[in-house]
């Protein structure tokens, strides 16, 4: 598998339920990121957790990290139709200056109405 | 809020012409970045970009693919002789404490 793979690659849930994206990654890192993206338009960045942290929270998302088994999940709560876009986690191995972010293969979340 | 703008949004051209994808990243970053995403596919890295020379490359970015910054604000990326295979979005991405921030993306159609 390559540095940075969700599961699953696709997802669909009914609103206001919860959705768990997973990430898998081979290297070590500094730190994990998860970015969202909408159809055609570019990334956005949605959360970051550093490789010495195990759980972080931003509203409606969570983000966990467990660095013995190279993975990370991303959980977001009570979902919302807008929440239908594509989620990906991006690894970080360096530390300030010069960092090459390496994106995962992403999952598409569909959330119905 | 600042952003990273890309120009053109859409960009068609005949396989073996060079095209030149333009990116104004936000005014304060000092690194910058093109990745590409071909669709439905995953983000892949192209080139890094900090003062005024390439920090990294992938095996993509081969001698066909440029980068320039020719003046204070614009970060530019050229294919000097197109192909099939170049088709995809191209982003540029500028970064702040460890976070990308990406422009909306040129999509290039090579026919």
């Known amino acids: 598998s390559q540095q940075g793979e969700e599961d699953p690659q696709a997802l669909s849930i009914q609103e206001g339920e919860n959705a768990t994206m997973n990430c898998s990654y081979k290297t070590s890192i500094n730190n994990l990121q998860w970015y969202r993206q909408n159809s055609g338009r570019g990334l956005v960045h949605l959360i970051l957790?550093?490789?010495?942290?195990r759980e972080k929270h931003s509203g409606r998302l969570r983000v966990t990290l467990d660095t013995s088994k190279k993975s990370s999940s991303l959980l977001i709560t009570a979902s919302r139709a807008a929440d239908t876009a594509s989620y990906f986690c991006a690894t970080d191995a360096r530390n300030f200056g010069n960092e090459k972010l390496t994106f995962g293969t992403g999952t598409r979340l569909t959330i119905i109405p | 809020e600042p952003e990273v703008t890309q120009t053109p949004s859409h960009q068609v051209t005949q396989m073996g012409q060079e095209v030149i994808l333009r990116c104004v990243p936000i005014?304060?970053?000092?690194?910058f970045y093109w990745y590409r995403q071909i669709l439905g596919q995953k983000v892949e890295f192209l080139v890094s970009?900090?003062?005024?020379?390439?920090?990294?490359k992938s095996e993509i970015f081969d001698d066909q693919f440029s980068v320039e910054r020719p003046d204070g604000s614009n970060f530019t990326l050229k294919i000097r002789s197109t192909k099939l295979e170049d088709s995809a979005m191209y982003f540029c991405?500028?970064?702040?404490?460890?976070?990308?921030?990406f422009g909306s993306g040129t999509q290039l159609s090579v026919l």
């Open positions: 005014s304060n970053h000092l690194y």
């Open positions: 970009f900090y003062n005024n020379e390439i920090s990294e």
């Open positions: 991405a500028s970064i702040q404490n460890e976070k990308l921030f």
């Open positions: 957790i550093r490789s010495n942290e």
